[in-house]
């Protein structure tokens, strides 16, 4: 690429970020999690705190409930502030916290005259989750709400008093009359959003929801599905630019496309899906506040991206329009097939966790960007900036490793309606990694400094042995590590790991220990039968012709020689430095033709593609994507539907195209 596809900053400015940082409607799916934590006398502790405060302030039980299930999930992250200065279950916010990480209520975008974002409507009157303002309403100290469970709780119900007796309403038992209250509970800023989030509440109150959380508390919220609650309409305006569902509030801020230093920034015109299909969506975290994202998405020499996402109440703010290309993967193939969006937050900071709001609020974009572009809910078409092919080998240890292993890819499929699940035999020809998020916790090293171990934490990844055994050496990946060197447990280190939803070819089995196919050769994880970390998956994978001892393997898939026009320079297809060797299978989900665009010029109109004959599959070939030439392969069909136990490979023949 011509220039870097993800955000770049100044040194200074990374230290001045180190510094500030602090230590989702009935639509969505809510999700019935169960997890895996042994039963103890103390393990219903949390559901019982919830009762008496309640009960205390006046506040219907499963009013308060609904709320800490959107604030978090009832997890409790003791001590640990969100990106945004959240803590406990009822995520009650540091102001000062969010001011010095510049996330605070009202904080603005900075950037260029001229280029300020479009402003959301907003509603000045919603107090917001406040700790300090709980403090005084319960007399109890803010560092005993940050780290005491049943002080959170019982806080959450005070501050939920409280704003009903603003709005001129008594403490009734009645559910359906507290949706103002709940609207304002979070301190979102825009009408839209406000309104939102507790439609979101009470689809939650109507469903009800059980789950183990991160400390073992058994929580359960009954159903009530004859909850219908009195609400406004709300219908604010929004910019004409953006393109966003109904039921998000959406803000512009515009992206440049200008000419700078003999070259242009920082993004490219298309007409997509017409001159090029959409088929992807890349997650991206930011390592970073958003208002100085906003500063480098309004910068020329920068990357860009479609769309950013802020932590504190999941606001959307829009960038670039689909139709256009922007520079925020690493890879112009994928960024012309894509749709990039930024989250606020932090891969090496596992205990400033991602919010219920954003992942919500993301969850409801992707599903309305799929549905609008046909783009399928799986995590061949919807991935991680650090499932990203490499372009070419050179460029493997330069790739961003972002969202990262403190991502819960399982529970972001679960919002986008598409949850993860065994979809063959569990001792099929297939597996897909899926941990059970909340008590899966391998150990890191690396946050956020070199050889610091991270905080425990619940995790999607899976490592990787050459040997069926915990001493065993690490998965060695020659491209991240071009002089030999051994893997680590870095968070940044994706040589030797896998991740939830990714799906793979077995290759043996034994004991307690799956083999799964993985950058060409055998990769060995624990998984189980009481602890899993897969299940089962039928669908299509490829192997090597008959007759081929060896295939190349690509990062991008580029049209074959012949396609391109009279007097346009060529892009040379190197393969990546892995061998798919006779005999190995790799999963599919889609296949594509090859396609390039000449993106060297500054243009008023979207420059042609060129689009080749050459048909590619894309491959889960590691923890990274990539592209095999369907010439050089056949096609591999696994039973989607769970049947008898069988021998791995032995479920599916080949089949020539």
């Known amino acids: 690429m011509r220039r870097p596809a993800a955000p770049r900053v100044s040194g200074a400015l990374r230290r001045h970020r180190l510094l500030i940082c602090v230590t989702a409607s009935a639509a969505l799916v809510v999700p019935l999690l169960t997890g895996r934590l042994s039963g103890g006398p103390d393990d219903h502790r949390l559901q019982s705190e919830f009762t008496d405060a309640a009960d205390e302030f006046h506040v219907p039980r499963n009013v308060l409930m609904g709320v800490a299930y959107l604030q978090s999930r009832w997890d409790s992250h003791p001590g640990a502030p969100s990106v945004v200065g959240g803590y406990g279950p009822m995520h009650l916010t540091d102001p000062e916290a969010s001011r010095r990480a510049g996330t605070a209520p009202g904080a603005t975008a900075a950037g260029p005259p001229g280029t300020a974002a479009s402003t959301p409507a907003q509603d000045r009157s919603a107090p917001p989750a406040d700790l300090h303002r709980a403090a005084r ?7 005993k709400l940050r780290t005491d469970t049943a002080a959170n709780v019982r806080a959450g119900a005070a501050l939920l008093a409280e704003t009903q007796r603003r709005l001129g309403k008594s403490l009734s038992a009645g559910t359906d009359d507290w949706w103002e209250a709940v609207a304002r509970f979070p301190g979102t800023g825009d009408k839209t959003s406000a309104a939102t989030y507790a ?7 109507r469903k009800g929801a059980h789950r183990t959380t991160d400390t073992g508390q058994r929580v ?3 159903a009530s599905p004859g909850v219908r609650p009195h609400r406004p309409v709300v219908k604010p305006p929004r910019p004409k630019e953006v393109e966003c569902p109904a039921e998000l509030d959406c803000s512009w801020l515009a992206a440049p496309y200008v000419q700078v230093d003999g070259s242009y920034g920082n993004h490219d015109l298309a007409d997509r899906p017409r001159d090029e299909k959409i088929e992807y969506i890349v997650i991206h975290d930011t390592e970073a506040n958003l208002p100085s994202m906003f500063q480098t998405v309004q910068d020329p020499t920068e990357a860009s991206w479609h769309y950013s996402i802020r932590s504190k109440d999941g606001h959307v703010t829009q960038h670039i329009r689909t139709k256009d290309m922007a520079w925020h993967s690493g ?8 749709i990039g969006i930024e989250h606020e937050g932090f891969l090496t900071r596992p205990n400033t966790w991602y919010t219920e709001q954003m992942y919500r609020s993301s969850a409801r974009l992707v599903r309305y960007l799929a549905k609008k572009y046909g783009i399928p809910l799986d995590r061949q078409h919807i991935f991680g900036h650090d499932n990203v092919p490499a372009p070419t080998g050179g460029s493997i240890p330069s790739m961003h490793d972002d969202p990262g292993p403190f991502w819960d890819w399982r529970h972001y499929f679960d919002l986008l309606g598409a949850p993860l699940r065994a979809t063959g035999p569990r001792h099929g020809a297939m597996v897909t990694i899926l941990p059970d998020f909340a008590t899966h916790k391998p150990s890191f090293t690396g946050c956020p400094g070199a050889h610091l171990p991270c905080a425990p934490h619940g995790s999607s990844a899976v490592r ?6 915990e001493s065993a050496p690490l998965i060695q990946d020659p491209g991240r590590h071009p002089d030999g060197a051994d893997s680590t447990e870095d968070v940044h280190d994706l040589g030797s790991r896998v991740s939830a939803g990714q799906t793979f070819a077995v290759a043996a089995r034994r004991g307690d220990w799956t083999a799964i196919w993985f950058q060409g050769r055998e990769a060995w994880f624990k998984n189980s039968e009481d602890h899993p970390t897969a299940v089962g998956a039928g669908g299509r994978m490829v192997t090597p012709r008959e007759g081929l001892d060896v295939i190349q393997v690509f990062g991008r898939a580029l049209p074959e020689s012949g396609a391109y026009p009279k007097g346009m320079k060529e892009p040379t297809q190197a393969p990546l430095p892995y061998e798919f060797l006779a005999g190995q ?4 989900q889609s296949s594509l033709d090859g396609s390039y665009v000449d993106r060297s010029n500054f243009v008023e109109t979207p420059s042609p593609v060129v689009k080749g004959s050459e048909e590619y599959y894309e491959i889960q070939f590691g923890h990274r994507l990539a592209y095999v030439r369907a010439s050089d392969v056949d096609v591999v069909d696994a ?14 023949q080949a089949r020539r195209r």
Not at 331 to 338: F, I, K, P, T, Y
Not at 585 to 588: C, G, H, I, N
């Open 137 to 143: 309403l319960t007399g109890v100290p803010v560092e």
């Open 199 to 205: 439609d979101d509440v009470f689809a939650v109150i």
């Open 220 to 222: 359960t919220l009954p």
């Open 331 to 338: 890879n112009q193939l994928v960024n012309a097939r894509s």
């Open 464 to 469: 990787l042995y050459t040997e069926p055994s």
């Open 585 to 588: 299978r790799y999963v599919t």
């Open 639 to 652: 039973p989607v539907a769970a049947g008898p136990e069988s021998e791995p490979g032995q479920d599916g």
